[in-house]
């Protein structure tokens, strides 16, 4: 979808993962790590004030609960493309595939994370490569030519590169998805050595996929308007292109395993999605998890209202999933800068995250005020705006910086 915008969509997965992404996730699994693996809305509670608290948790949970919801149809519409005219026809029906990882979220989410996830994600990581590494070689190997970078907006439907571009591309550049996730994988690791290679070379290791499947999308298409065609096919979408470019770069047998790394992309991200919005709400709750039955309370609910919205339209379900994903990113990158301002040793370090998060600001509000499922509002009134906020948050943090320099100093 990013790669309709064309070419300049390889400058936001780059710049964007390394300035913001990478730093957003190391960021928030580092202070994670050094509060005993504590969720972000316990984190913006110490560092950003109390009320922000509630408003993290229900915001992290609706953005987790689209997260799962997200993550279900995509594989599902995958696999049925996949399996084709071929076996049974219950294989054909995507509400099949539906219900099957549905299933799969509640045994991820109910059970113990070495149970299931930890067990599975080796496996799922091996696919995530070989697919990566499978289509690079088709594209390079086929001959395919990938356009010049050039700032022109070509998405055949008119929709600005500021700001649609920037919400559209979300995991593969920054994802305020990744925040929610911190804490489970705060909690494991060992050593805060390792929180380089985890929390920020996983992001980009994750912009590099991105950059790949852009590629692979402006690369085979040959145009941005053939593009948004095969992914408008009837029971296609995006998986439709996903399919038809693996297929055709690698070979039937190529093709299939490029697809199954693909499907696990969305699967190993609505899993933990699920598993971490129980965690908060556990956490909220007062529930205690070591009980079974606790489990189910919090579970069973979070899974029936995930199957619901399965059934809206993809593409809505996707604009709030992706609003909402900047959204929480752009908090997250003021929790990190309130940490690194209270810190006081720091000093101007806390520009890496202040930037970034003024940027996102921008970027979110501008969004929501211009896109359909928002307010509508004209770009020449909706731009201005998301930029006066941006410069009002950024001054907020330069003044508390200095309040903070001088107490520091004093």
Known sequence: MGACFGPVVFLWIVFGSILGGAVHDYMSGMISCRHGGKSIAELSSLYIGRPAKWIMRVFSVVLLVLTGTVFVNTPAALITNLVGDAGLPIFQNILFWIVVILLYYVLATLLPIDRVIGRLYPVFGILLIVMALGVLGGIVIGGKTIPEITLQDLHPEGLPVWPFMFVTVACGAISGFHATQS?????????????????????????????????????????????????????????????????????????????????????????????????????????????????????????????????????????????????????????A???????????????????????????????????????????????????GFAVAMFCVYAVLFRKMKKRTVG
Request: charge should be positive.
């Open 183 to 335: 804490p489970m994988v705060a909690k494991c690791i060992t050593s805060e050595k390792q929180g380089r290679s985890i929390f920020y070379g996983a992001m980009i290791a994750e912009a590099v996929i991105a950059l790949i499947w852009a590629a692979a999308g402006v690369a085979f298409y040959g145009a941005t308007e053939t593009l948004a065609d095969a992914m408008t096919k009837a029971n296609g979408g995006q998986s439709h292109a996903v399919l038809e470019i693996s297929q055709t770069l690698l070979g039937t047998v190529g093709g299939v395993l490029a697809v199954i790394g693909v499907v696990v992309c969305p699967i190993t991200s609505g899993d933990t999605a699920f598993r971490s919005a129980r965690l908060i709400l556990a956490e909220t709750t007062r529930l205690d998890q070591k009980s079974m039955k606790n489990r189910l309370i919090i579970t069973l609910p979070l899974l029936a209202v995930g199957a619901v919205l399965t059934q809206l339209d993809f593409d809505v379900l996707w604009r709030y999933f992706s609003w909402s994903n900047q959204t929480l990113a752009m908090i997250s990158l003021w929790v």
């Open 337 to 387: 800068t309130g940490y690194l301002v209270k810190e006081g040793k720091y000093r101007f370090g806390s520009l890496l995250t202040a930037l970034p998060a003024a940027f996102m600001s921008a970027v979110s509000m501008t969004y929501i005020l211009m896109a359909p499922e928002g307010f509508s509002l004209s770009a020449a009134v909706s731009r201005p705006i998301g930029a």
